[in-house]
């Protein structure tokens, strides 16, 4: 039986202050969370400032993304070991907004998956299509695409999770608009399965696929459910302590 996992993505919003003051107000709602593990991904500025307020409580800290090289001339750039050496177990790579606005790639997609697990942490790698892809029959093949090339010579063995998938169609980011949770287990079945192909059985059962697409309280348990759905990757309702603890709950 795989662990739910919850992970708030903040992408950029909350300064320092606003970090500690939404962990404080979410520990007094939610300090307890259950069998279910829960990540936040605060910006960067504010990463070593939520990891601090975390501290021994069961919530994890994830980085929302993280270059491929481990130092040197990149201005603007952090690195696995940055990330590593503040308490980050998780890093969110691929994101719909990081392929769109700022260029990423399959490839370099890979290659910070490379750097992710060279450096001991877990990556979360997303995947998704527009909608111009879903009218368009494409759905599958574009993500069959980003799972073949991001996962490329990508090793898993063993009873450890090597890496965490989140699908999240492109048009219901932001969108308020949400997969239905037919259509989104059809989608997290055939990842499975295509994990499967490449690795196995074994840790098909075993890598977390979340759910990531104007998630809210109102919606999550229903997905929550599916077979195929471990989890969910939380951007706006993440933002909100009330929300956030809400889609936390349902997971149990």
Known sequence: MRKPFIAGNWKMNNTVE?????????????????NIDVAIAPPFTALYSTGIALGETEYALAAQ???????GAFTGEVSGGFLKEIGCKYVIIGHSERRQLFGE??????????????????????????????????TWDVIEEQLSVGLKEIAASGSSEPFIVAY??????????????????????????????????????KVRILYGG???PSNSRDLLV?????????????LDVMQFADIIRSAH
């Not at 599916?226 to 993440?238: F, N």
Request: glycine share 8%; hydrophobic share 40%; with cysteine.
């Open 214 to 216: 104007s998630v809210k």
């Open 226 to 238: 599916q077979p195929d759905i471990d989890g969910a990757l939380v951007g706006g309702a993440a």
């Open 65 to 71: 993304n993280l270059f491929y090289e481990d130092s």
């Open 18 to 34: 606003e970090a500690l003051s939404f962990v404080a107000k979410l520990l007094a709602e939610l300090k307890a969370i259950g």
């Open 168 to 205: 999240e169609p492109v048009w219901a980011i932001g969108t308020g608009k949400t997969a239905s949770k037919e259509q989104a287990q059809k989608v997290h079945k055939l990842i499975r399965d295509f994990i499967s192909s490449k690795y196995g059985n074994d840790i098909a059962s």
């Open 105 to 138: 790639t399959n490839e370099t997609v890979n290659k910070r998956m490379h750097a992710a697990i060279r450096h001991g942490l877990i990556p979360i790698l997303c995947v998704g299509e527009t909608l111009a892809e879903r009218d368009s029959g494409k």
